[in-house]
Nanobody, 128 residues
Framework: QVHLVESGGGSVQTGGSLTLSCTAS????????MVWFRQAPGKAREAIAA????????YYSDGAERRFTVSQDNAANKIFLQINNLQPEDTGMYYC?????????????????????WGQGTQVTVSS
């Protein structure tokens, strides 16, 4: 079975930082598009960033690169999302997903309909 497991979430104060991890099992990381999403309470799920494991190409939603950095440990089948200067609006569930488009599909990299596998999410709570 294919599993994606997120970790690294928690409760932090405004201005803090977190690094989220996503570990994949049952699939190869040789050539995959891995995508990070988040869903704030009462809000729609939104894509944040993506990484093509084949050549480390990275994609970000508009403005996301200011505080978010996506990276990989290819040999370990891990994708990371570093979040700096956390704000209350960053509170929510953070998910990793694997896209059926192995090179991330260009401008469509964040389309939920193209995801094949999803993790169960890790909770991030930001408070003052």
């Amino acid at each position: 079975q294919v599993h994606l497991v997120e970790s690294g979430g928690g409760s932090v104060q405004t201005g803090g930082s977190l690094t989220l991890s996503c570990t994949a099992s049952g699939v190869s990381f040789f050539s995959d598009c891995m995508v990070w999403f988040r869903q704030a309470p009462g809000k729609a799920r939104e894509a944040i960033a993506a990484l093509y494991t084949g050549d480390d190409t990275r994609y970000y939603s508009d403005g996301a690169e200011r505080r978010f950095t996506v990276s990989q440990d290819n040999a370990a089948n891990k994708i990371f999302l570093q979040i700096n200067n956390l704000q209350p609006e960053d509170t929510g569930m953070y998910y990793c997903a694997e896209s059926k488009y192995n090179i991330c599909g260009g401008t469509s990299w964040g389309a939920e309909s193209t995801m094949r596998y999803w993790g169960q999410g890790t909770q991030v709570t930001v408070s003052s």
